[in-house]
C-alpha cells in the first residue's frame, strides 16, 4: 500500500507539469493564430512623426476618407483649448483663456500629411500625430492625439497640446502667493467652434494619472460647408521630406 501512495504521489506533479505545458501550448498556438498589425509610418522627422497603427476602440472607421489638405487644416483651425482650473484657481486667476490648439505653422505641416494618412487608412485602423520642437528656454513643447473618420463624424483626439517637458524642476511654475497651485497645468479642456458641429466631447485617462485624452467628435461636412476654409495647403505644397 506505500508503494502504491508513493507511486501516486511521484505521478501526480508529472501530471500538473503536463496539463501547464499543454495550457501553455493552446495559449501559443492561440497567438500565432491573431496577426499582429504593424503600424504604417507616413512621415518622421526626429521625434515628429505621423503614421497609420491600429485602432482598438472601432472597426467602423470610415476608411480611406478623401479629405483634402484644405479641409483638414479648415478643421484644426476651429479646434480650441484652455487651461483646466479647479474652483480655487479659478476664484483667484480666473476662468482661462481659450487659444487655438494648432497654430499656422503647426497646420502647414500636418494637414497634408494626415489628409495623406487618411487616404491610405483601413476601417480597422487610425491616425496617430506628434509634434515636437524646442522652445527658446530649451524646453521641449509637444502635441499628440490621432484622428480617424467615422462618417458623419470627425474624430479628434488629444493627449497633449503644446505641453512643455523642462530639463530639470521649473518653481517658476508655481504661483508663490499660493504655494502648490500650478500655474500652468497639465490638464485642459478642448471644444470645437462653431460649437453648433460639435457632436460630442469625452475626456479618457487614469485616475490619478497624467495621461489625459480629449476627444472631440465633428460632423465635419456640415462645419466645412459653413466655415471659410484655410488655403493655400492644396496648390503646390510637397509633403515635408523626411528623415529615413
Known sequence: MNGIRSATNQARPWSVRIGVMLIGLTLAAGCAGKPV???KPIYQSGLNQVRVEP???SIVNTHPAA???TEIGTLLRGVRVWERRNAIHRLFAGQADKTRAFRDEEIAFLAPVLAKALSQ???TERVYYHLSHATEHG???TTTGWLSVRDPLLLLSLSEVHDRHSRGPDISKYERQMPNVPEVSAEFDVTFEPEEYLAKVSS???LFAHDQREELQIRYREALASMPSQPGLDRG???PQSNP
Request: hydrophobic letters at 30%; glycine letters at 4%; charged letters at 40%.
Open 37 to 39: 498589425t504593424a503600424s
Open 67 to 69: 479629405l483634402s489638405a
Open 204 to 206: 479618457a485617462g487614469r
Open 121 to 123: 487608412a483601413s476601417p
Open 55 to 57: 485602432d482598438p476602440d
Open 139 to 141: 524646453e521641449e513643447e
Open 237 to 239: 505644397r510637397e509633403l
